[in-house]
């Protein structure tokens, strides 16, 4: 991992996806990652390394947004 990362906030949606996707690999398919409640979601984006967000911050267009990038990043990451 780079020592220096810029921050990431809730915008940075597929920087959020691709740290989830790291930390969970492929324990999470497709639809499991659908069935995520945006609760746990939340939780786990806020202890992600360099997440500079702040809970009051999110909402659930950013969940929605972030949840469609993680399965795409699942996907991309299926075809290797």
């Known amino acids: 991992m780079n020592q220096f990362e810029p921050p990431i906030h809730w915008n940075d949606h597929e920087d959020i996806a691709q740290k989830l ?3 969970f690999g492929d324990d999470f398919t497709e639809s499991k990652i659908y069935r995520v409640r ?4 939340l939780e786990w984006i806020l202890t992600l390394p360099h ?10 267009g950013h969940l929605e947004m972030i949840q469609s990038a993680w399965v795409y990043e699942w996907r991309d ?3 290797k």
């Not at 945006?38 to 979601?41: G, P, R, S, V």
């Not at 997440?51 to 659930?60: A, H, Q, V």
């Open 51 to 60: 997440f500079e967000g702040k809970k009051e911050e999110s909402n659930e």
């Open 38 to 41: 945006f609760t746990d979601l």
């Open 77 to 79: 990451n299926q075809k």
């Open 21 to 23: 996707y790291e930390k």
